[in-house]
């Protein structure tokens, strides 16, 4: 056990896996100088096995398509999360399909590291989306840990898995420390319940997972919230999910996607098919508003989820009841 | 009007192909050519769904190219990538099924005939998106893991010229010296897209662009291309980087199989009896008769392939269609928990 900081935990994660299993590189761009920490020391480490590319987004990914289907497990890092849309095609059309449309003739294991997803005050439009709901829309095996000891452990899982995973390190969340067991490797599709609760579940995602506890501390004994992060976005845990709702009759779900088609949107659509019965009050999200981030703090913190409105979202399941 | 183009010296070429290698590649063209007019029936039967994009007067480039080939080396196709398979040996009967949607298919029926794909002979798939399958190429060439070096072909059509990724691909191969043979299949047509209107340079031009060097290839003769895939391949097997083949070719069909239908007029009939003069089984046949092969041998490894074909229907047609609740099959390599679309 040893307290690390999220990207530390990343970079060990990174190096164990390098170090036990010599089929893993990692290319990205200004990753050989490690402009995102995460590769800090690699290069010189695994000499080859490290390499910086052309800002050639398509190609690099596509590159790590055809090392993975020659036995390579590559992983790919996205200096910005945005450049997950010019690599579009090359991930959801390509590595993510490559298994079924050959009928498992062969499989892609890499891993797509999007090391600081997410607004983080002042970057603006182009560089401040979290766009794990759209990894997921295509079936992508998408993670994102809010903590470091899910950093570490999930990394080396979507390392090791045999499919395309995208991991989303949420901006807000690289400066957190943890304690983190080394050797675990993690299960990709398992939430976790990091806080127990009856009055109201509430399913956050990422840093917002913080956000969500530090409000419910404040709150204090006035609503007894269990609180659950995601961690796997897809495969996500319907089944705890749906344990957890079932015990709580409430749901509110925050989510920093857009609200249209985001990840609580479909929550909630899933738990209104199949929870319906158990629910006492209406679901509720808080996601980002169906907006570009604009430039200005003011505003962009008006379009991102904030504790405000999870207080607000609390106090509206639990204040339904008590009409 | 696009001309057919006279660039090759036969009589030297003949001098570097043998007999043998000859008669394996006409065979592998007839096989390529019967199968694709054997597809045509069976879209139009309604036997195959969809359409098919068919390989019909490229079959020189195809066969030329992997005629020249080692066992551990990768291809990337297209989504005209029928040829590409046949001509690395692929199996008739397991292609057909594919293509017929067959759980015995090549793909076991989830890929059809734009995404066909045989891995187990390196052969990393046709594509329905232009030019996406070339980086898989610069990726498989970056492992070496045989005793002789692995190279890759990308095949491309004249319509990627213009396509990012083939772009990005070309200076990522030249920057990382990889062993990537860039083939572009220039049939002068993107769809209906006249390559003249489209690129800006010739083919070449643009390889020497990113500095590979490659030259124009006669893409009806099978000498000429398995002579340029010879040179091309060495250069990459030899450690010098990535080449380029502009093959010039033409397909004597439709962009696919419906085209038929459409009464297209981007192409006139004289230009398609034009390029028919040269086509790459006649110039074949051709080449045979200067080595001194007998024109009844031609017509035996025609019945060849005819026979070849008539079984490979037969147990294609055979072989069952895959069970609806399989459809999610093969999306994961671990089981993972995936939703219906119902609830």
Known sequence: MTVMRYQQALAAAVRDEMSEDPSVIYLGEDVEHSLRFVSAGLAESFPGRVRDTPIS??????????????????????????????????????????????????????????????????????????????????????????????????????????????????????????????????????????????????????????????????????????????????????????????????????????????????????????????????????????????????????????????????????????? | MRSPVFLSNPVMELSCVKQSELLNAYESMRLIRSFEEMVVGLVNKNEIAGVTHEYIGQEAVAVGMCATLGPNDVLTSTHRGHGHLLARGASPAAMLAELLGRESGLNAGRGGSMHIADVSLGVYGANGIVGAGVPFALGASSVQDGPETRIAVAFFGDGALNQGVLLESMNLAKVWGLPVVFCCENNGYAVTMPSSRATSVTPVERAAGFGIPGRTVNGMD???????????????????????????????????????????????????????????????????????????????????????????LDLAMAGIRPAPESALDFLYSSPTLVRWGTS
Not at chain 1, 84 to 110: E, S
Not at chain 2, 247 to 261: I, P, W
Request: net charge negative; charged share 20%; aromatic share 8%.
């Open chain 2, 222 to 312: 099978v000498a000429d291309v398995s002579a340029a895939a010879t040179e091309a391949i060495t250069w990459a097997r030899n450690g010098f980087g990535p080449y380029f083949l502009d093959c010039q070719c033409y397909r004597f069909v439709g962009h696919h199989t419906a085209e038929s239908t459409m009464k297209l007029s981007y192409r006139t009939q004289e230009e398609i009896d034009l390029w028919r003069l040269r086509d790459p089984l006649l110039r074949g046949i051709e080449l045979l008769a200067d080595s001194g092969v007998p024109p009844e041998t031609v017509s035996a490894i025609d019945n060849r392939v005819d026979t070849i074909l008539a079984e490979a």
């Open chain 1, 57 to 323: 987004e398509a190609a690099f990914t596509g590159f790590a398509t055809g090392a993975a289907m020659a036995g390579r497990r590559p992983i790919v890092e996205y200096q910005i999360p945005t450049l997950l849309y010019v690599a579009f095609d090359q991930i959801v059309n390509q590595a993510q399909k490559i298994r079924l449309m050959t009928g498992g003739q062969t499989q892609v294991p890499v891993t797509y590291l999007f090391p600081g997803s997410g607004a983080r005050l002042g970057l603006a439009g182009q560089h401040s989306d979290h766009p794990y709901s759209i990894l997921a829309h295509a079936g992508v095996k998408t993670l994102v840990p809010s903590n470091a000891s899910d950093a570490y452990s999930l990394m080396r899982a979507a390392i090791r898995d045999d499919d395309p995973v995208a991991i989303f390190a949420p901006a807000a969340c690289l400066h957190r420390r943890a304690e983190v067991p080394l050797d675990f490797v993690g299960r990709i599709g398992q939430a976790s319940i990091v806080r127990s609760g009856s009055d109201v579940t509430v399913l956050a995602v990422g840093h917002l997972v913080h956000e969500v506890l530090e409000v419910v501390d404040e709150l204090g004994t006035s609503i007894d919230a269990e609180v659950i992060d995601a961690r796997s976005i897809y495969p996500f845990d319907w089944r705890l999910l749906s344990e957890s709702v079932a015990r709580t009759g409430r749901l509110v779900v925050v989510d920093d996607s857009n609200r249209t088609c985001g990840f609580a949107a479909e929550v909630c659509a899933t738990v209104a098919e199949e929870s319906f019965a158990v629910l006492k009050a209406p679901v509720v999200r808080v996601t980002r508003a169906d907006s570009t981030v604009p430039f200005a703090v003011e505003l962009e913190r008006a379009v991102v989820p904030s504790r405000e409105q999870i207080v607000q979202a609390l106090s509206k399941v639990i204040e339904y009841t008590q009409r």
